[in-house]
């Protein structure tokens, strides 16, 4: 069984900084893509950054400059550093592990930009 397991959210001034993390523990093989979404009340998910096992990373526009998204491979993790947050990237975040032809999900941690 395949477990995602994130840490790093939590409340953040604007201009502040987090980074997230997501473990992958269990049975789990030729991972291609360690991904980050993210969704806000009344919004869908949406991707917000995304690596592929051939060192390609891509974001979406709202993130570009200011979000880094990074993997260990041999720990089976990824991570996303947040520079610069804005009230606007307030969600809860979500990891997301594509393994073989399954996709597999972390339970979401929240993000909240306040003053």
């Known amino acids: 069984q395949v477990q995602l397991v994130e840490s790093g959210g939590g409340l953040v001034q604007p201009g502040g900084s987090l980074r997230l993390s997501c473990a992958a523990s269990?049975?789990?093989?030729?991972?291609?893509?360690m991904d980050w979404y993210r969704q806000a009340p009344g919004k869908q998910r949406e991707l917000v950054a995304g690596?592929?096992?051939?060192?390609?990373?891509n974001y979406a526009d709202s993130v570009k400059g200011r979000f880094t998204i990074s993997r260990d491979n041999g720990k089976n993790t990824v991570y996303l550093q947040m520079n610069s947050l804005k009230p606007g990237d307030t969600a809860i975040y979500y990891c997301?592990?594509?393994?073989?032809?399954?996709?597999?999900w972390g339970q979401g941690t929240q993000v909240t930009v306040s003053s």
């Open positions: 690596s592929t096992s051939t060192g390609s990373t």
């Open positions: 269990g049975s789990i093989f030729s991972i291609y893509a």
């Open positions: 997301s592990i594509t393994a073989g032809f399954t996709r597999y």
